[in-house]
């Protein structure tokens, strides 16, 4: 006679460690674009675009971002999350639609912020 309750199981053993594969980047979880906003001093804000895939331009993109909304930009060079654009303002869903008017399927944008 045995007992199932005295079997061991590790509910997490299929999954694996999501952080543990060397070939998956931290900032670009499941090939997914960020935009993030963040507050700096008063009401102004920044808003930041990471995950972008290697086959766009992140120089020829900040400086169409620039010129379509009307706002100061920069891109950023980080060891973590990659190349970074950097945006004056709450431009996130400027930048969503303009991205989805490019041909970047909506599913793999995710708007973060308040």
Known sequence: MSVQNLNTFDPFADE???LGGANQDVGSQQNYIHIRIQQRNGRKTLTT???LPKEYDAKKLLKAFKKEFACN???VDDEEMGRVIQ???DQR???SNFLTEEGIPR???KLHGF
């Open 107 to 109: 599913a793999s944008i």
């Open 87 to 89: 945006l004056q303002g």
């Open 93 to 95: 869903t400027k930048i």
């Open 16 to 18: 694996g460690d999501p």
């Open 73 to 75: 930009g920069n891109l």
């Open 49 to 51: 675009l990471q995950g």
